[in-house]
C-alpha cells in the first residue's frame, strides 16, 4: 500500500512482506530502506499490517519493485538489491519517469534479455 499527499510531502506505506521501499536521500545522499511487519497478503485473513509514514524532500527518490529486478540472473549471479541501490543512487537528478525505464534497461542487460519473473518498478521524486 503506498498512499501520497502532495500537501505534506509525505508517503504512507505498508509492504505486506515485499521488498522494503527503496527512498534515496538527496540531503545526505544515502539510501534509506523503509520496511514494515507482516505476513504476505493473503495468508491469513487476520493480518493486521503497519503504516510507516516517510517524509520526502525535494530531490529525494522513493522506488517499489518486485522480486523479479532482484531476482533477475546471469551466469554471474543475480542482479540482487545491492546493484539496484547503486542504480537508484546513481539517478538522483533525473526525473522520476526515467527512474523505472532505466532501471529496467540495467535489469535486462543484467539478465541478457532472459528474465524469468514479474518485473516491475515504480518511482516518485520530488522537485523543489
Known sequence: ILSYDEGTRSLMYANAAHHPLLVYRKASQAMEQVDTEGLPIG?????????????????????LYT???????????????TRLVKAVEGLHGHPANDVPRIIFDEVVSHANGALADDVAVLALSLRA
Open 67 to 81: 522480486d523479479g529486478i532482484t531476482e533477475a540472473r546471469c551466469e554471474a549471479g543475480f542482479f540482487g538489491e
Open 43 to 63: 495468508i491469513d485473513r487476520g493480518s493486521v499490517y503497519r503504516m510507516k509514514n516517510v517524509n520526502l524532500s525535494a530531490g529525494d527518490i522513493a522506488v
